[in-house]
């Protein structure tokens, strides 16, 4: 993101969807994240419609960024695996094994 020789304007170089569903993902992800301040007004509609809209919108808003992960995860994991680190276990001093 932000580099000078991009490919796409803020967006990565290798994309797998086109090329508008990823600016169409940034601006209704600014608007859906603001959409809670709709809550502190004085509305006619009822609390429980206003809420369940306002949750329709969030659910759009993570399944939009769901395709972007799991995309990403395509395209940075050609291998079909990650490597990591395991945590390993906490030992307590009383503890039998």
């Known amino acids: 993101m932000f580099q000078r020789n991009a490919k796409y304007f803020l967006i990565r170089d290798k994309i797998i969807y086109p090329q508008w569903f990823y600016y169409y993902a940034i601006i209704t992800n600014f608007f859906v994240r603001i959409l809670w301040i709709i809550r502190l007004l004085p509305f006619t509609w009822s609390r429980d419609s206003l809420f369940f809209i306002l ?43």
């Open 55 to 97: 949750s329709l919108c969030s659910i759009y808003r993570r399944i939009q960024f769901l395709l972007i992960r799991v995309e990403n995860e395509y395209i940075n994991n050609p291998e079909k695996y990650r490597k990591f680190t395991p945590v390993p276990e906490p030992i307590y001093k009383n503890e039998k094994r």
